[in-house]
């Protein structure tokens, strides 16, 4: 008798405990959740309330959740993960790009102009800016002002390259800018010359910006339509984070955006290092803002890139024994030095671009005076980009806790053409993952977008496959780099957040943090990785709020 009222005491103990429990306004059950939390790395169901998770568990305990006014999403046994963070974009140039005339699968001289005739048509008394065109496509011929001017005479023309390190103007942006064969060579640009001096219209690195400086800034409404068009993109990509490379500008269109409840994205904004200043006096230190908008890292550029052969190496190019690459004029005049020791004094986090082995060990060698000279703090310095190190480099990134920032779609892209450019020796270790996760360095991912595709599926793709877009490496381009699906997917998310301070609130399924959640078509860690590329995003959720949910799932 006494055992059955201890049973019955206990019964009625659970039902009040029960009783008690929160209802969670939204429940996903029969999933393959994979949670990126080491403690709980599977589960079946999630349960939300407001906009964080609560619970995560199997069906049965997080059913206990739902009350009358739940919303319960049966995710009929498809692959649950948090939501991807990009951790390197131009998201409000890729929304004007979408806007922009289309260069980038341009095949041949006669198609690129055509493009062009065909938008100046559409487009009359309007710069014609984006294009991302790559010349390799049509053999590596750079194009000319020749191609358009025919059809763009009242027109100007200012269109770059895919990477953004080079680009084609017309002869009337070449006569706004003031550009003639009298124009000197700007530090850290080049302005690509014919054989009789007279400027081709190529324009690379800082003498890009001659062009930049006529070019009409655009309104504050047409960079908030800019930015819709690229949240539409992000939230079927599955994207619920981003670290986007901006300004000021951009950031008063994301705080708009805000307030009207229109942002479908938590972004990570990075400010010119140019500015470190402006934040300083604030006293704004790394990170700073709410929920949804945050700054307090600084973007700075060290070198160009591969592909207009512009980023800094240690030893001549291949392609051409004349050029090692360039650096900037912030690294040339020292700003870069006195910009980026100050900053840090400030707080501020430092996220540089470097391409070339060169570069890269430049930078390196700056966060090593910073972290003599300035007071020790969580500074979780930041190598955008990091293609191409130096075999002695990988222990610098650890010893320094600095966090390599890739894009592993350009492996893909890049890899048709690289060992063209540099040679295969220094190509082992370009995009080198597999050395970065060995020697213990923080790798995080993300696009690039606009000069590569914004897509996280992609990026995985890429990071385990290695394949190129040309199809002339099934096995993988310098397959020893490969790395596996779930470190790809960590890199994309947890990873990112960490990039961002920001790993205790999102990157994992884990009760407290945000819900922020995509739902995949199949589930990539037991696909050939080949059939990764074709995965859709079924759903994507950020803060608990379903953001899209594509046909396909019902």
């Known amino acids: 008798m006494m055992r059955i009222k201890t049973l019955l005491g ?8 029960f009783a008690q429990m929160p209802k969670a306004d939204l429940i996903f059950i029969n999933g393959k959740i994979w949670t990126v939390d080491k403690s709980k790395p599977v589960a079946q169901a999630i349960a939300v309330l407001g906009d964080k998770i609560i619970a995560v568990g199997s069906n049965s305990e997080i059913k206990r959740y739902a009350g009358k006014n739940t919303e319960v999403v049966d995710l009929k046994g ?28 341009a095949k041949t001289p006669e198609e690129f102009a055509r493009r062009i005739k065909e938008y100046a048509e559409k487009n009359p008394n309007r710069w014609i800016t984006g294009g991302d065109w790559d010349h390799e496509l049509w053999g590596g011929e750079l194009p000319r002002k020749e191609w358009i001017d025919r059809y763009t005479q009242n027109v100007p023309v200012f269109v770059t390259r895919y990477d953004g390190h080079m680009g084609l103007a017309n002869s009337l942006a070449l006569k706004l800018a003031g550009i003639t064969r009298e124009t000197p060579d700007p530090p850290g640009g ?21 062009v930049y400086k006529v070019i009409p800034e655009p309104t504050l409404e047409e960079r908030i339509n800019a930015i819709k068009l690229a949240l539409e993109e992000a939230k079927k990509l599955g994207l619920t984070g981003i670290h986007d490379i901006g300004t000021t500008e951009d950031l008063r269109a994301y705080q708009e955006l805000y307030k009207r409840g229109e942002l479908t994205l938590r972004v990570y904004l990075r400010l010119p290092i140019s500015q470190w200043e402006d934040l300083a006096k604030l006293g704004i230190e790394v990170p700073f803002g ?13 070198d160009g890139s591969l592909g207009s052969m512009t980023a800094l190496f240690f030893e001549p190019y291949d392609e051409n024994p004349n050029t090692r690459g360039l650096a900037t004029d912030i690294v040339i005049d020292g700003r870069l030095e006195k910009w980026a020791i100050e900053a840090d004094k400030a707080k501020l986090q430092l996220s540089i671009h470097a391409i070339g082995d060169s570069a890269n060990s430049l930078v390196l060698t700056l966060f090593e005076k910073i972290i003599e000279k300035n007071p020790s703090w969580d500074r979780r310095f930041r190598i955008e980009h990091a293609q191409h190190i130096h075999p002695k480099d990988f222990v610098r990134f650890k010893n320094l806790n600095v966090i390599a920032s890739m894009q592993p779609y350009h492996a ?10 540099i040679g295969k020796e220094r190509c082992k270790t370009s ?8 020697a213990g360095v923080k790798l995080c991912f993300g696009s690039d977008w606009n000069v590569a595709p914004l897509s996280p599926i992609l990026g995985i793709y890429a990071a385990v496959t290695r394949q190129t877009l040309d199809g002339k490496h099934p096995g993988g381009w310098f397959p020893e780099q490969k790395i596996s699906v779930e470190e790809a997917v960590e890199c994309y998310t947890i990873n990112n957040a960490y990039a961002e301070f920001a790993e205790n609130e999102k990157g994992s399924i884990t009760p407290g943090k945000f819900a922020d959640l995509v739902v995949l078509s199949e589930d990539i860690f037991n696909i050939p990785g080949e059939r990764i590329k074709d995965v859709k ?5 950020v803060g608990g709020k379903i953001v899209y949910q594509s046909p396909d799932f019902k």
Do not use: C
């Open 10 to 17: 206990l019964l009625f103990l659970q039902q009040i405990l």
């Open 78 to 105: 498809n692959l649950m993960l948090p939501g991807f963070i990009d951790d390197h974009t131009h998201f409000v140039s890729g929304g004007f790009q979408l806007m922009s005339v289309n260069l980038r699968d």
């Open 190 to 210: 080049l302005i690509v010359r014919d054989e009789n001096g007279e400027p081709t219209g190529i324009l690379k690195d800082e003498a890009m910006s001659l």
């Open 290 to 302: 709410n929920d949804f908008i945050r700054i307090g890292s600084l973007k700075a550029f060290a």
């Open 412 to 421: 893909i892209d890049d890899g048709r053409w690289a060992e063209k450019r």
């Open 431 to 438: 995009y080198a993952f597999r050395t970065f996760l060995d």
């Open 537 to 541: 995003v079924l759903m994507t959720v």
